[in-house]
């Protein structure tokens, strides 16, 4: 009864209270924080490495496990979210530089597929499509996947990361230049720019 | 009144949410008036809401995330039973430790080699010699030992050729030696 109340307590407490006291070793803190931020930087990893669940669950508990090794060092200048998700993001960076180098390696490999042309179509994972019994939706739905992820794809590196961390991770361009340790004029510019150029490619789409 | 070409950093803050209270009473007179910019907004929104269905962001059942929690929580007390130059590599950037480990090698291996070379040195002379002068001297060396032993090989040839010309002297010994020579063919 008396450990429920103090789950409970936990619970309530804000992010920089919980910090504090992970700090002191308080496991309890430390998995309410774990609880509480692995939506996010599930969602975060998902959408700027690997769609993937296997690596994505890796990557995720990778940069928790970074966090909670170095909660120590963390001096609260920035947010605990902002100081996190940096974490998921050089994480996400490191993971992508790893499978890059052995995506390499096996192209030198003759017979050997190229390992992102496997993870490259997963529309069939889409969860959004799964409910739907016409086939001609279904078929609407994965085009239009596809496309998207094309012509996210076709941005340069940083508008995409912007626009992925502002309309799929739901992030405020503050949060946004935070992480990155960017102006948030520059992350606007980014933004601004990625959403003209993908209502040009996706003009048939948005248009009706 | 401002033309609709200056609202257009207010009409993209305001599909993503990021206008203050002021901008929005001002953004919101403009557009009870202006039916291009709601055309425009409302086409917006439409191609944000058509992305954000196209690529959703997957949701982690209770049961997941648990689940991650418990393989984290396992990872943790497990780093924290290792001895502490174990635990020392989670707090290096990943990126350096095969760069540290290949320095370290290569210093195990020139520290090996060197002491080994540096007792040699100790052994052959106490005057100061680099490496390089040293390999030549050893070169040196060999050249002089194999000039000895060329010398020893023309001595030999000599004596053989003298064996011969007193061989031939005695066909008695020529024949016998034929002999041996023919039954070492077969
Ligand atoms: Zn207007």
Redesign the pocket.
């Known amino acids: 009864m008396e450990a429920e109340t103090e789950e409970k307590s936990v619970s309530i407490l804000n992010d920089e209270e919980m910090v504090t006291r992970a700090k002191a070793d308080d496991q309890k803190a430390v998995t309410e924080l774990i609880h509480r931020y692995q939506p996010k930087a599930y969602a975060i990893a998902f959408h700027l490495c690997s769609e993937e669940s296997d690596e994505v669950r890796d990557v995720t508990q990778e940069a928790f496990l970074k966090a909670i090794r170095s909660i120590k060092k963390f001096r609260g200048q920035a947010s605990f979210s902002t100081w996190f998700y940096r974490i998921v993001v050089n994480t996400c960076r490191d993971f992508l530089r790893r499978k890059r180098k052995k995506e390499r390696l096996f192209s030198l490999w003759p017979g050997k597929p190229h390992g992102n042309e496997v993870s490259q179509d997963n529309s069939k994972e889409q969860p959004d499509l799964k409910g739907h019994n016409d086939p001609m939706a279904v078929f609407t739905g994965k085009q239009l996947t596809r496309e998207v992820r094309n012509a996210l794809r076709a941005l340069p590196e940083k508008q995409r990361v912007v626009f992925q961390f502002k309309v799929l991770n739901e992030m405020t361009i503050k949060e946004i230049a935070q992480v990155t340790g960017s102006s948030e004029g520059t992350i606007k510019s980014h933004l601004f720019r990625a959403t003209h150029s993908l209502r040009n490619v996706l003009k048939d789409w948005s248009e009706s | 009144m401002k033309p ?1 070409s200056d ?1 257009q950093e207010t009409l993209l803050l305001d599909v993503y949410g990021e206008l203050n209270l002021v901008e929005r009473r001002v953004w919101e007179n ?1 557009l009870s008036t ?1 039916e ?2 709601r055309k425009e907004k409302e086409q917006l929104l439409r191609l944000l809401k058509t992305i954000k269905n196209a690529l959703p962001t997957p949701t982690l059942s209770p049961d997941k995330i648990a689940e991650h929690v418990r393989v984290i929580q396992r990872k943790l007390k497990e780093e924290a039973n290792l001895p502490w130059w174990r635990k020392a590599r989670f707090h290096l950037p990943q990126r350096l430790i095969p760069a540290l480990t290949t320095a370290c090698v290569l210093l195990i291996i020139i520290s090996w080699f060197g002491l080994k070379e540096f007792k040699k040195f100790d052994m052959l002379s106490t005057s100061p010699q680099t490496t390089s002068e040293e390999q030549i001297n050893r070169d040196d060396l060999e050249v002089v030992k194999n000039l000895e032993f060329l010398k020893e090989m023309e001595d030999v040839e000599k004596l053989v050729k003298h064996l011969d010309e007193t061989d031939s002297q005695s066909p008695s010994t020529q024949t016998e030696n034929n002999n041996n020579g023919g039954s070492d063919d077969a």
């Open positions: 609709c609202y403009h202006c291009h910019c």
